[in-house]
């Protein structure tokens, strides 16, 4: 079965400086991969998506994520943090058919 | 508005009462499924439904029982609920059952059982 890790909980940035959000992946193939946002008392809405192609892909709301095959990652960046930013947000994996295999999340918090 | 639906948003109901949540999508969308989101744990699979009258099991089915009649129309039925069922729910659909296609959620239906 496919997992995916990521490693912090929780993360607090300043606003308007860089964000990282890291996911690790196991799967023995090409991965679908996801990046999922929740905001408070909101569902998820999707923020980008990797299936095949340039490793760099782009997202809505100025989000952005690099395949890394080598290192297992997907890792999330954001060249500038809004508060609207402080959300909690999931990577994902498509396993068979459509099921997405989450992580478990990181809490961004944004400090003014 | 292209939207899923859930009902209720909010509940909190005692052991062994059962109980359903409705999950409705204006998509036309064939594949829906149940998710359960627990802290530190993400979300992990109820049950799915490639169409109507096909359902399967995900990860994390059992308490837990679904249908399908209807193509916009996903319920879940707890039958005898439990304090471990209590969690935060979504429902989500998709055009088809592909890794292809953006999953689409609802805004999620907390349920808490005492």
């Known amino acids: 079965a496919q997992s995916v890790t990521q490693p912090d909980i929780h993360i607090t940035v300043s606003e308007g400086a860089s964000l990282e959000l890291r996911c690790n992946y196991s799967y023995g193939a090409t991965p679908y991969l996801f990046w999922y946002v929740q905001s408070p008392g909101q569902g998820l809405q999707l923020l980008l998506k990797?299936?095949?192609?340039?490793?760099l892909v782009q997202g809505i709301k100025g989000f952005e994520a690099e395949f890394k095959r080598s290192q297992s990652s997907f890792n999330l960046r954001k060249p500038s943090v809004h508060w609207s930013d402080a959300a909690e947000y999931f990577c994902a994996v498509v396993e068979y058919g459509n099921k997405l295999v989450f992580g478990a999340g990181t809490i961004l918090r944004v400090k003014s | 508005e292209a939207q899923v639906t859930q009902n209720p948003r909010y509940l909190i109901t005692v052991t062994g009462k059962k109980l359903t949540v409705t999950c409705s999508q204006n998509m036309n969308h064939e594949y829906m499924s149940w998710y359960r989101q627990d802290p530190g744990l993400g979300l992990r699979q109820i049950y799915y439904?490639?169409?109507?009258?096909?359902?399967d099991k995900g990860d994390v089915p059992e308490g837990y029982k679904v249908s399908r009649k209807e193509k916009r129309n996903f319920p879940l039925i707890l039958e005898s609920p439990s304090p471990n069922q209590t969690s935060l729910y979504f429902c989500a659909s998709s055009l088809v059952m592909s890794s292809y296609n953006e999953q689409f959620f609802g805004p999620g239906t907390r349920l808490t059982v005492l």
């Open positions: 439904s490639m169409n109507v009258e096909v359902t």
């Open positions: 990797y299936f095949s192609g340039d490793t």
